[in-house]
């Protein structure tokens, strides 16, 4: 079992970058999948972006793939999401979420973060 707490959110340009980060206590994720949200009022939780176990098997959105990336520190025992080139409609919270399995591009995840606002201003 694992506690999840997502930092970094802020207020940013359209075209600027955010790093969110993603920390985890009461267990290592060194044996968990781990993905990233974002919730925008009104919508439905989407998939961003997810990392195996290992870090060498990533998946992304279509919508991101080129801007965004996925990485973790095991020493750290955190998991980040590199954000450029952010446009005005990806503003939402965003969460950060840890399964035992294999990464996936769904909501099949087992643990789940408290989320941070990220606010992208035209």
């Known amino acids: 079992q694992v506690q999840l707490v997502a930092s970094g959110g802020g207020l940013v340009q359209a075209g600027g970058s955010l790093r969110l980060s993603c920390a985890a206590s009461g267990s290592t994720l060194s044996s968990y999948a781990m993905g990233w949200f974002r919730q925008a009022p009104g919508k439905e939780r989407e998939f961003v972006a997810a990392?195996?176990?290992?870090?060498?098997?990533?998946y992304y959105a279509d919508f991101v793939k080129g801007r965004f990336s996925i990485v973790r520190d095991y020493a750290k025992n955190m998991v980040y999401l590199q954000m450029n080139s952010l446009k005005a409609e990806e503003s939402a919270v965003y969460y950060c979420?840890?399964?035992?399995?294999?990464?996936?591009?769904?909501?099949?995840?087992?643990?789940w973060g408290q989320g941070t606002q990220v606010t992208v201003s035209s």
């Open positions: 979420a840890g399964r035992l399995g294999p990464p996936v591009p769904t909501r099949a995840y087992d643990y």
């Open positions: 990392i195996g176990w290992s870090g060498s098997r990533t």
